[in-house]
């Protein structure tokens, strides 16, 4: 075989050597392998140098890959499957910018605490790191540390099966993350003897070891909650990932202790029961005087735990994180394990005991609920025949046909679209929300929502804002190749927060916040193969979006909306750096 003449390639460089199958295989065979050995299912990914063949092998053992247009979506997919099973979705990228570009997803998982593997082709990094100038030359290693929870970087075949059970066990164990391999071209390319490959294959036993809570910590939490006079537990979507329902119901039901659910814990309890405080957020805040926290931080969207709380709250905190612990107010119970262990020892330490709930504590949420539910009733009644059609015209007609389809899962982004479609609608089964979460971000919608199809075989809706939906719409395209349950509405209103944004007078060119009200993003849908609906009226709309769910298809829906719905930032207008100078009209 010959040598390359580039005196800087080791001599063994595996590119320039060919298998002799079937006796021989190389890294990629290896990695596939190793992936169907810890129970991956799907791998979402987008190929190219240097892991097209991995893909193809990846297939091979009877794994979907499920390919993409960015590799940004397939990461929020990977994300969504993570959240949604419990177990790691796979990510897998070229190198360079395929690279950054899912690295994006895979941070954004570490900060919502998904499990995720992203597998990156590689450079070699020891021309990398002589800064050769190789083809897609980046230190992804290095670049990907801090920001995902453990990186691995594979040189050679023999570390990849390690890496990969590695990666998996760093994904879910403790508090979930993202994980990082990069896989390089000399691992993936390494030709070995398919007899010394499969030596190195094995199953990693006990992949996820539940840590109990110390005993004392459980005692001092049950004190804590059986003496409060007004107790509430808020549920995070730490609580909803992982899938103790049961346990959370038993505690809620038997104590009668009114819970508050984070938009992404929506369903874990039925948000319209007895004992739900959905609409007593703030009173919650400042009248408990008792919280407890299942897996939920106390972080920007929950003011800290300062401010609007009542200074005396103490807060008990079930979390798998110790070092979520005393953060930004002290924890007076903490209660650090996994939370099925966790809620198992309060359970049992609970038995027999009495609570000291003030009697009027709970039906005087009640009765707030009940306002607050008709005041709401009346707002979404009085835009009822706004025309064009305000987001609330729009949240009226598709508020029944989502709740009375409670397996859908729901997908939401945007700004008022997220805000609105949050309140709106009613979650009553768990596990079926999923939204930007804790950064808030913008452009996880398609990819979460093949995720969601993907990891689950179940029906999807988006509800996506126009602005939101240009982030990943091209993926689309993607739910409709694979054909999945999945229908995209679209809340066009012309713009990002609203379409009557007005350019300065120095400009001819559009205002910063202006989109295209007159889009038709209906016929986007059509060029790939989908059913789509472009609405102007409530009837228009609940036709259409009762038929997608029922046809089981990719389905997009164009909700026409007045460019003037919609406010700027929607709920979080608070949080710009100087108050908002008159930027809409
Ligand atoms: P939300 O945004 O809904 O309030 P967060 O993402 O802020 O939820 O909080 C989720 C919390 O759940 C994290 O602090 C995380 O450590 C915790 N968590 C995740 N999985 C588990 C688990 N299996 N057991 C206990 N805690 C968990
Ligand atoms: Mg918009």
Same mark, same amino acid.
Request: proline share 7%; with cysteine.
């Given at each position: ?27 990629? *065979? ?36 499920? /390919? ?26 070229? +190198? ?12 954004? !998982?570490?900060?919502?605490?998904? %499990? ?30 801090? &920001? ?16 990969? !059970?590695?990666? *998996? ?5 403790? @508090?979930?993350? /993202? ?14 003897? @398919? ?12 992949? *996820? ?14 004190? $804590? ?29 038997? *104590?009668?202790? %009114?819970?508050?659910? $984070?938009?992404?814990?929506?369903? &874990? ?6 004992? +739900? ?19 939920? @931080? &106390?972080?920007?969207? &929950? ?46 330490? $609970? ?74 609608? #009613?979650? +009553? ?16 919608? $398609? ?7 993907? !990891? ?41 927060? #609203? =379409? ?61 909306? =007045? ?23």
């Amino acid at each position: 075989m010959a040598t390359t003449t580039n005196p800087a390639t080791p001599a063994a460089n595996p590119a320039t050597q060919t298998p002799h199958f079937p006796e021989q295989v190389t890294g990629m *065979y290896i990695l596939a392998r190793a992936l169907k050995n810890v129970g991956i299912e799907n791998v979402y990914g987008l190929v190219g140098i240097p892991i097209t063949e991995a893909a193809y092998l990846i297939q091979g053992q009877g794994i979907r890959f499920v /390919g993409f247009r960015h590799e940004q979506q397939a990461g929020m997919a990977a994300a969504t499957e993570g959240f949604l099973t419990k177990k790691p979705g796979v990510l897998m990228t070229v +190198s360079s910018l395929g690279f950054l570009n899912g690295l994006t997803a895979t941070t954004n !998982a570490t900060v919502n605490c998904y %499990p995720m593997i992203q597998i990156s082709g590689a450079s070699d990094p020891t021309m990398v790191d002589m800064n050769m100038g190789t083809y897609e030359q980046l230190d992804q290693f290095n670049t990907a540390k801090p &920001l995902v929870k453990a990186a691995f970087r594979c040189y050679k075949a023999e570390d990849i099966p390690a890496a990969v !059970a590695r990666a *998996y066990r760093a994904a879910i164990s403790g @508090r979930p993350g /993202g994980v990082y391999i990069d896989m390089t071209t000399p691992a993936l390319g390494q030709i070995m003897n @398919r007899e010394d490959a499969e030596k190195l294959l094995y199953q990693p036993v006990d992949v *996820y070891s539940p840590v109990a809570p110390n005993e004392a910590a459980v005692d001092r939490a049950v004190e $804590m909650l059986t003496s409060a006079k007004r107790p509430a537990i808020l549920l995070g979507k730490g609580a909803a990932y992982a899938q103790v329902d049961d346990k959370i119901k038993t505690l809620i039901e038997k *104590y009668n202790i %009114p819970y508050f659910p $984070m938009s992404m814990a929506k369903g &874990l309890m039925p948000d319209a029961g007895p004992l +739900s405080a959905l609409s007593c957020r703030s009173t919650i805040m400042k009248e408990a005087d008792v919280v407890m926290l299942i897996g939920a @931080r &106390l972080n920007w969207l &929950l003011s800290f735990g300062r401010g609007k709380w009542n200074p005396d709250m103490k807060f008990i905190n079930l979390d798998i994180e110790p070092q979520e612990m005393d953060v930004n107010v002290p924890t007076a119970a903490p209660v650090v394990g996994d939370m099925g262990l966790s809620l198992d020892a309060i359970l049992a330490k $609970m038995d027999g005991r009495k609570m000291s709930t003030d009697p009027t504590w709970v039906p005087s949420l009640q009765t707030e609920t009940k306002e607050k539910d008709a005041k709401f009733a009346t707002r979404l009644e009085s835009t009822k025949s706004l025309m064009p059609m305000h987001h609330w015209t729009a949240l009226g007609v598709i508020k029944p046909i989502i709740e009375s389809n409670p397996d859908v899962i729901l997908i939401n982004e945007g700004a008022n679209t997220l805000d609105d479609t949050r309140d709106a609608i #009613n979650m +009553s089964l768990p596990r079926h929300r999923v939204d930007c979460a804790t950064w808030a971000i913008m452009g996880m919608g $398609m990819g979460s929502m093949i995720g969601a199809a993907v !990891a689950t075989g179940k029906s999807v809706v988006a509800i996506e804002g126009d602005s939101a939906f240009g982030f990943s719409g091209m993926d689309f395209s993607t739910a409709c190749r694979f054909k999945l349950p999945v229908t995209v509405v679209i809340f066009n209103n012309g713009g990002i927060y #609203n =379409g009557i944004g007005k350019p300065m007078d120095e400009t001819t060119d559009p205002a910063p916040t202006t989109l295209d009200i007159n889009a038709r993003y209906d016929k986007l849908g059509e060029a790939f193969g989908a059913q789509t609906y472009y609405v102007q009226t409530p009837d228009e709309l609940a036709k259409a979006l009762t038929e997608s769910i029922a046809s089981k298809k990719p389905c997009l829906i164009d909700v026409q909306l =007045g460019a003037d719905s919609g406010k700027e930032s929607g709920h979080i207008g608070y949080l710009n750096p100087a108050p908002l100078q008159d930027i809409t009209v």
